[in-house]
């Protein structure tokens, strides 16, 4: 039974990853000690396990994972399913918006725990960029950002932007060799955030498509990073059924910064304002303040800065 689980895993995974010289030679590894009967004790969970970790000794990629597959996928096989369990997890999750609120001193909020796809949760991230749009500050807290669609951290990145003239990204695609350009949106539901500072909150786990918005605008110049450098994962994945209770993730394109020409596969993107994770709110806030002091006219919101930074 295990054979045949690696074999696919295999197949799945030359067939398919970004990167086919890795992707054959930790296959040539995997299938050496197939042979040996090094896993034919082991039941999925453990395959799981180990072949991750033997993929990763290799490629380096903490997007490749083979693992058990939840119980919605299991219980939902088709795509229409397993579609409509996806749009009913991500409405009820409020579409990743954890948090908006203003903060004394007119400071702006977002907690942001997941990118959304810009079709699925568009009106989300409207109405939220709405209800800070008149603040003198930003912070945008992905410290607990585990990723998600490359449609909507452009979605959100192009608030940032007075118009469609900014190249974000790109992605090279390994299937059909073609790349796909990322420019801001030439038009966006309600106010855009120009020419205020932006504050974004980074950990050791925030991921993939929460790193596209901090790799992004930082290359721009749009946003300045306070916290921990990110985990590392820039290449956009699909998931492959081995079995309906097992499955291997495989990174099949790679981002391409058009200002750096790279991206933060391996390495993370790294703070501007390096700092401990659980401090950085309190840095963060602590420059917006004096922002809104520096630039602020209203003496209510001068007062509330004062007090805030008290």
């Known amino acids: 039974m295990s054979a045949n689980l690696v074999e696919k895993a295999l197949e799945l995974l030359c067939g398919n990853y970004i990167f086919a010289d890795r992707a054959q030679e930790a296959a040539d590894g995997i299938r050496r000690r197939l042979a040996a009967g090094e896993y034919d004790r082991l039941d999925e969970e453990a395959l799981g396990r180990r072949l991750t970790a033997e993929l990763f000794e290799v490629c380096q990629d903490k997007h490749l994972r083979v693992r058990t597959r939840t119980e919605e996928m299991r219980e939902a096989l088709t795509e229409a399913e397993m579609e409509a369990v996806w749009r009913e997890q991500q409405r009820l999750t409020n579409y990743g918006i954890a948090r908006v609120e203003r903060l004394d001193g007119n400071v702006g909020l977002l907690d942001l725990r997941f990118v959304t796809a810009a079709g699925m949760g568009g009106r989300a991230i409207a109405a939220a960029m709405e209800l800070v749009s008149q603040t003198h500050a930003l912070i945008v807290d992905l410290r607990r950002n585990r990723g998600g669609f490359p449609d909507g951290a452009l979605f959100w990145m192009s608030y940032f932007f007075p118009d ?7 992605i090279y695609e390994g299937a059909t060799g073609h790349t796909r350009q990322f420019w801001s949106h030439a038009w966006l539901p309600g106010e855009r955030y120009l020419d ?31 916290g921990a450098t990110t985990k590392g994962g820039a290449h956009p994945t699909e998931a492959f059924p081995i ?35 659980q401090e950085a709110f309190d840095v963060a806030y602590r420059m917006a303040l ?7 006219t209203s003496p209510a919101v001068l007062a509330e800065a004062r007090a805030a930074l008290q």
Do not use: K
């Open 164 to 170: 469609g003239e900014t190249h974000l990204n790109d």
């Open 290 to 296: 004096q922002h809104v002091l520096a630039s602020a």
């Open 243 to 277: 079995t309906p209770t097992f499955e291997i993730t495989v990174p099949v394109a790679r981002s391409i910064n058009p200002v750096t020409g790279g991206n933060w596969e391996g390495t993370g993107v790294v703070p501007d304002v390096a700092v401990a994770t």
């Open 196 to 226: 205020r500072p932006v504050y974004l909150l980074t950990s050791e786990s925030t991921f993939s498509g929460g790193e596209d918005i901090c790799y992004n605008l930082q290359a721009q110049g749009r946003a300045v990073l306070v």
